[in-house]
């Protein structure tokens, strides 16, 4: 799998939008970035994932660049319920063979502020 | 609530004890994984299992023994572990091949050894 680069830390303001950006550049045209967060001593929680197109779910929006080297996760409202540390994952699709290979880096620390 | 359940939540273990962590999913899921999460490091991958079957084990030592009766459940049997085997304990499942295996976390267990 493609390896990524995330800041280690960001801060946002309670209520701002926190845009979070991950760098993948050698991303393989088969392979999707997905976004886990984890909060302090829990399991990751999903996210969001995409191929190639903007998507949008209840939790958060993710922009990919056309030429698919970068991302950015976009938390539109920022609670402080979202501090936690988010995770940039790069991973092939379905039906390469490879049964779910999660490759977790250090990801991003989001302290979200009041 | 992701659907992955785990326990115990907290273990407390001496070096000579034998223990076993559970897993449990809802998601009528195929795969089940493993991971550790040592303090200040990334999830590590551990164990595979797809259709019971092991698919990958990322040369983890032999004291860590994991087993999968069914699709629905996960164990890991622990026995003669090291202080430095503490960590958290995080259990995950997808659906099968035939769709983007977005993994889901379970809550999963502290573990000390002392």
């Known amino acids: 799998d493609a390896k990524t680069t995330q800041p280690p830390s960001m801060d946002c303001a309670e209520g701002r939008a926190a845009n979070l950006p991950c760098n993948h550049s050698t991303i393989s045209g088969n392979e999707y970035v997905y976004w886990y967060r984890q909060i302090h001593s829990q399991g990751p929680q999903y996210i969001i994932h995409g191929l190639k197109n903007n998507e949008t779910n209840e939790m958060a929006s993710l922009i990919i660049t056309e030429d698919r080297k970068s991302s950015t996760l976009i938390l539109p409202h920022a609670t402080l319920r979202d501090t936690a540390v988010y995770y940039c994952i790069v991973r092939v699709a379905h039906g390469s063979g490879n049964t779910g290979k999660l490759i977790f880096g250090q990801g991003t620390t989001l302290q979200v502020k009041p | 609530e992701t659907g992955v359940t785990q326990t115990p939540r907290h273990l407390v273990m001496g070096m000579t004890n034998k223990k076993s962590l559970k897993c449990e999913q809802h998601?009528?899921?195929?795969?089940m994984y493993w991971y550790k999460q040592s303090a200040k490091k990334p999830l590590e991958l551990m164990f595979v299992?797809?259709?019971?079957?092991?698919?990958e084990n990322n040369s983890v030592p032999s004291r860590f023994s994991p087993e999968c009766p069914n699709s629905s459940h996960l164990f890991l049997h622990l026995h003669t572990l090291q202080p430095e085997d503490s960590a958290l304990y995080l259990c995950a499942s997808s659906q099968d091949r035939t769709h983007q295996e977005t993994q889901y976390f379970g809550p999963g267990t502290r573990l000390l050894v002392l």
């Open positions: 299992y797809n259709f019971k079957e092991q698919t």
């Open positions: 998601l009528g899921h195929n795969a």
